[in-house]
């Protein structure tokens, strides 16, 4: 997927799946947090790291647009960027592919916050390092 | 809520929440479902009653923006309005709130199908003439 | 249903069927939660409550039978009993009803830790004269 | 796992965690489901192949028994054996695993119906036979 450095895999679960036959529209936003998982696990020793330095990240936005159902037990490739990352805010894209089909495509914003007090602190320059190299 | 004739109630159930102690982000993409079936059951006889006409309603795409987080427990009112009819697309817009404070907002997008050809197939006159009945 | 003194209701969200058109059999569990929390905010002051005296209960083990399926919109009745209360441990049983009709039974059982400490703690005395009166 | 010969492995989705800071004791119930798909795709073709031979698998009991906590991010190995297969019945038994150490298990029951008309059907002796060969 052209602009995307990193992808991860989802099966379609098939309590996944509701009565219209297909994957509920909400699975695809658990997928997106599968996918920065996994993202921050290849780039930046995993969400546990964060959160170990006494950071959280909260999800402050989701956008999904659904171009093409998906079904149980469909292999998904979840292409994933982390882009726009501004003092305390950052944000990810994605674009869901079956096959080198689009399937969803989409973003999440971000807003990173001390774990204790919940005020917004700034992204930690080695997060931001470890995207720019992600990303690059 | 300003601009809004319609809302439901949900309680933030346990298994709604997160390991960061809130409401997953993901569990507001299923309640503004309920507020949707809970508006068609309102005003357009329920949404068994659209299926059973041979049409689905398919969502396309699911925009939310999280101001506050909303906890274990805590009762939230999602205001709901249907919007944007035209051809065989159409759109529904909210506010949840928790006693008077916005927790979130966000819209969903909707195509009317054909229940057995999935393709697409016009918002039926007596669907149109029910949501203009709500929302004046 | 005999032998049940408190009932809370719920009704199948879309989000909680799956592609065989019913209600997906984890559903069942979330809504064995759903019905503890509201026996405890009719009987013990709220699970809150439970909390905020530094003890949380943990699940220890669940069974369901699936008797018929429940499908989207299905109102149901979700009768709740606690019952076995000894030392560190204390059981729920179930049974999920619509209009008359057995659809589910089942239990959980349940033990009292220590918030800070996990380990297990006796029943506090007030929760048990609580759960006497609930079910005598 | 001593007696079985067939596992899977799922981590620990953030999704799947709840505000006591661990997996939400319905997670596992999804996690037993993802593991006789994976059964069924090593052994007998794969639930679609089931499906496509006009029959359905319901589930007719859960039970789950929660030995130690499982946290977000951790690797979970779920033991997965087909027994006592009668008629129109059988059953699975599961051993979930972190690191040698068990951390629940459990056993799920299911009945083969005609996937038209739910009607009880036997179980097919190819089915019988492909799990025969995998517990052997």
Do not use: K
């Amino acid at each position: 997927m052209e602009g995307y450095n990193f992808s991860t895999d989802v099966v379609v679960r098939f309590a996944e799946t509701d009565a219209q036959g297909i994957a509920h529209h909400a699975s695809f936003v658990v997928w997106l947090e599968v996918a920065r998982v996994a993202y921050l696990a290849e780039h930046a020793g995993g969400y546990l790291s964060i959160q170990s330095r006494g950071i959280e990240a909260l999800t402050t936005e989701v956008h999904v647009r659904y171009h093409r159902a998906a079904r149980f037990d469909d292999g998904l490739r979840v292409w994933t960027r982390c882009v726009d990352l501004r003092g305390a805010r950052f944000r990810y894209e994605y674009a869901i592919e079956r096959e080198g089909t689009l399937v969803a495509d989409g973003f999440t914003a971000h807003a990173t916050v001390d774990a204790t007090t919940h005020r917004p602190i700034r992204i930690p320059e080695w997060f931001a390092e470890a995207v720019a190299r992600a990303e690059s």
